[in-house]
């Protein structure tokens, strides 16, 4: 199992990275690759059209606008607008091999965006709470502009991966050799 895909926390957010990187990304952004990473969280089962699959597109941009801000407060405000404009539904879910865990309820009437919105506003809200400051970014590597989630508990996290915080090491390594 993806250690991403574990029973700890945060609940719902590498989803979002997850998903957020795939529509940056661009190839993985087709209908069915969205559907793929929905699929591969434990989501609702959506059958994206090309139109459904650009509201899905556009909402994970607001959601990149949220794990761009590093001010607690600016992040509250977004996430209470989207909490007010996409009030989450919450319910406890089990997924099999797995815990039980808060899922909003799954979209209606062809509208995955806003089911993803008020999932995102959820998640978001509860890390932020329980962190207490913005535990996400992007990545500080350069040549990768991937969003991250900081499950850490001591220094702030600047690379959403190992490879990426050893390869500018390594690289900071040779420049200081030179």
């Known amino acids: ?5 574990a029973d700890d926390n945060p609940r719902g957010l590498y989803f ?15 209908p069915q690759g ?23 597109r556009q909402a994970a941009a607001v959601i990149a606008g949220i794990l761009d ?19 989450a ?7 099999p ?11 209606h009437h062809g509208q995955p965006a ?5 999932t995102a506003a959820l998640a978001l809200a509860l890390w932020l709470s329980e962190r207490g400051h913005c535990a996400w970014g992007r990545c500080a590597a350069p040549d990768c502009d991937r969003y991250f989630i900081d499950t ?5 996290q600047r690379y959403c991966s190992t490879r990426c915080g050893t390869r500018v090491r390594v690289a900071a390594h040779r420049d200081r050799g030179r």
């Open 97 to 107: 091999e797995r815990r039980w865990s808060l899922h909003t309820a799954p979209p």
């Open 1 to 5: 199992m993806d250690h991403r895909l």
């Open 69 to 87: 801000t590093e001010d607690e407060g600016s992040a509250a405000e977004a996430i209470n607008t989207l909490l007010d404009r996409y009030p």
């Open 152 to 156: 850490g508990r001591r220094a702030p």
């Open 34 to 56: 969205l559907e793929a990473v929905v699929e591969a969280h434990g989501g609702p089962p959506l059958r994206l059209t090309e139109t459904t699959a650009e509201e899905v």
């Open 114 to 118: 806003r089911w993803l919105l008020s």
């Open 89 to 95: 539904r919450p319910r406890l879910v089990r997924l």
């Open 16 to 30: 979002l990275t997850d998903l957020v990187n795939t529509v940056q990304d661009g190839g993985g952004a087709t």
